[in-house]
């Protein structure tokens, strides 16, 4: 799906409002997105105070004492101490790079750092098998580790057959 906006680069962001029972969807590419100043939430609290807000709440001692100064994203050089005072991510590797900070924030917020809710619909099969890849990627390690060499080679059966598409549901 392209970008609403510009109309010429793949869309990576998606936005729903619901107001009223109306739904109204935006597709973004990562610069339109970057482009747009704010995501408003249509109340006297800004997403970016909230979240930063959030993220204070939930470290703890011993994740405070990580030094978060020097973690950067190194694709477009978001620092984390940027990130939490805007809540906004710099482009899509942002993610990763500060995930084992996100991850507990989720999990507080959500009760899993999991996404387990609605998901575009054009990459809703892509998930699934990314999530079930991933998931077997996981047992195969551990079966690795638990010298398991006939499950350990089951597993890297399915993870195969899932990445050529043979298997819709291993």
Request: glycine share 4%; with cysteine; aromatic share 8%.
């Amino acid at each position: 799906m392209f970008c609403d906006r510009c109309e010429k680069k793949q869309a990576t962001v998606y936005l729903t409002k619901i107001i009223n029972g109306k739904k109204t969807e935006i597709h973004l590419c990562e610069s339109c997105a970057a482009e747009s100043e704010k995501f408003y939430l249509d109340s006297e609290i800004s997403f970016q105070n909230l979240f930063s807000g959030l993220l204070d709440l939930v470290q703890n001692p011993q994740q405070v004492a990580k030094n978060t100064t020097d973690i950067k994203c190194p694709n477009c050089q978001l620092t984390y101490q940027t990130f939490k005072k805007t809540g906004k991510f710099g482009c899509s590797i942002c993610f990763k790079t500060f995930e084992s900070y996100l991850n507990p924030i989720f999990k507080r917020i959500h009760g899993s750092h999991i996404h387990t809710g609605k998901i575009p619909k054009n990459t809703k099969k892509e998930l699934i098998i990314k999530r079930q890849i991933d998931d077997l990627r996981r047992k195969l390690n551990e079966a690795i580790s638990k010298e398991e060499y006939e499950e350990a080679a089951t597993l890297r059966d399915k993870i195969r057959k899932l990445e050529k598409g043979d298997g819709a549901s291993c």
